[in-house]
């Protein structure tokens, strides 16, 4: 898969993840287990999907600009390695051009 291929996929999984840090500031401060609903960042634009985890993992896997929050199945291996598993959710992180696009466009960098 080409560079730009890897970026354009990227580009479409970091509108999601603007989404989510939206739902992120949404929510009252301090409250880390909190478990909320955020929007699956996988690099289908059909993807509805709601993922569920606690505000504090939620903030620990943004820690890394190149990682990302998807549901299960939804892994693209050509541009990511998954980082770890775990019911309902997977993280994984982007790798070459879709990796150097996550983390230009992360808003936290």
Same mark, same amino acid.
């Given at each position: 898969m080409s560079d730009e291929s890897q970026r354009s996929l990227?580009?479409?999984?970091?509108?999601?993840r603007d989404t989510n840090?939206?739902?992120?500031?949404?929510?009252w401060p301090g409250d880390r287990?909190?478990?909320v609903r955020f929007r699956c960042e996988c690099s289908?634009?059909?993807c509805g999907e *709601?993922? &569920?985890i606690t505000l504090g993992e939620y903030e620990q896997l943004r820690s890394e600009p190149?990682?990302?929050?998807v549901s299960p199945g939804h892994e693209t291996p050509e541009i990511e390695t998954v980082i770890s598993r775990a019911p309902g959710h997977v993280i994984v992180?982007?790798?070459?051009? *879709?990796? &150097?696009?996550?983390?230009?466009?992360?808003?936290?960098?």
């Open positions: 990227a580009r479409n999984e970091v509108l999601f840090e939206a739902i992120e500031r949404g929510q287990d909190k478990r289908h634009m059909d *709601a993922v &569920e190149r990682r990302f929050l992180e982007k790798q070459d051009g *879709a990796g &150097e696009a996550a983390q230009a466009l992360d808003p936290r960098s």
